[in-house]
């Protein structure tokens, strides 16, 4: 995904409902620009073009989407002189006429930029492709490291000979960043340094997704893809890097338009993730035998005979 995303589909938004939507949204935009008569009467129907506007977008596209589209600083103020502006002389007129028609002249930008975007997602994400986000710490503690790592049989449905797209939010990449200079134990750090130089390798080249195993002549196995999920213009993170995942997944469903499911092996991320609607798989590794320590410890609890 390109880091211009302009646009992110509400979850469970239809994303095909959406672009239709924020093309009837511009043609609405631009009848309104074109109301003839009194300044007072086009700043009248660019006003009911912004609440409508708002009505359409609520549950279609996220709150700051809303913001960034209808409810500018430009609204604000021309909603403020609606009260103020009310004379009919040729300056107010002019002034009014002025501040109308830029502020519609953005909007029908700012619309044509997210339906150009918003398509180009559609069609970098299509339908038949299984979508997954893999969370840090299966990068972490997965046996098999990420070139080595076999995707197809993590996700449902047996994608064996399906194309799989692996979502890269880019607070993962940060988060591997951080674990690479204080990731604790060697291991750690070793694993969050090779995976970074495994995403420079694989997204070196221009545009945002790379080839991570390419499918097999008999057709048996698909490609495998990563793709970087970048945050959308003023994107404000969440405070618990766990809920941000959750969010950046969602977000990559409603532009894919088909589940996301998201892998790994953390048990209160895949709690946080069912509760938030999204396909998990919470990835085990054996447990193994009970610590000798702690054996020793319930040993020495053992009531003598005759206690209770």
Not at 70 to 90: E, F, K, N, Q, W
Not at 107 to 116: G, H
Not at 148 to 165: N, Q
Not at 231 to 249: K, M, Q, T, Y
Request: hydrophobic share 40%; glycine share 8%.
């Amino acid at each position: 995904m390109s880091p211009g995303m302009l646009v992110t589909p509400y979850p469970g938004a239809n994303r095909d409902d959406v672009l239709r939507t924020l093309r009837d949204l511009t043609s609405a935009a631009q009848n309104a620009g074109n109301v003839h008569g009194p300044a007072q009467a086009r700043l009248s129907a660019y006003l009911e073009w912004a609440t409508n506007s708002v009505q359409m977008l609520e549950h279609r596209v996220s709150t700051a989407d809303i913001d960034r589209l209808v409810l500018t600083r430009g609204y604000d103020r021309l909603l403020a002189a609606a009260g103020t502006l009310t004379g009919d002389d040729i300056g107010t007129q002019r002034v009014l006429n002025g501040l109308v028609s830029h502020e519609i002249q953005q909007r029908v930008q700012s619309l044509e930029d997210a339906i150009r975007d918003l398509d180009a997602q559609i069609r970098r994400w299509p339908q038949g492709i299984a979508y997954a986000v893999a969370d840090t710490s299966v990068y972490i503690e997965h046996d098999d490291k990420l070139r080595d790592l076999d995707f197809a049989p993590l996700l449902p449905g047996a994608w064996w000979d399906k194309t799989v797209t692996v979502i890269v939010p880019v607070i993962v990449l940060d988060e591997l960043d951080g674990l690479k200079l204080r990731g604790g134990d060697a291991l750690r750090r070793w694993r969050a340094s090779y995976t970074l130089a495994v995403f420079e390798d694989l997204f070196s080249q221009p545009g945002p997704q790379g080839i991570l195993r390419r499918p097999t002549v008999d057709g048996t196995r698909g490609a495998v893809f990563m793709s970087i999920l970048f945050d959308p213009p003023r994107h404000e993170r969440l405070p618990i890097n766990d809920d941000e995942i959750i969010d950046r997944a969602l977000a990559a469903q409603g532009l894919a338009g088909t589940p996301v499911t998201l892998l790994t092996f953390d048990t209160s991320q895949a709690a946080r993730a069912r509760n938030a609607g999204l396909a998990v798989n919470k990835l085990t590794k054996p447990l193994g035998d009970e610590p000798e320590d702690a054996r020793s410890k319930k040993k020495a609890r053992q009531p003598e005979a005759g206690e209770r």
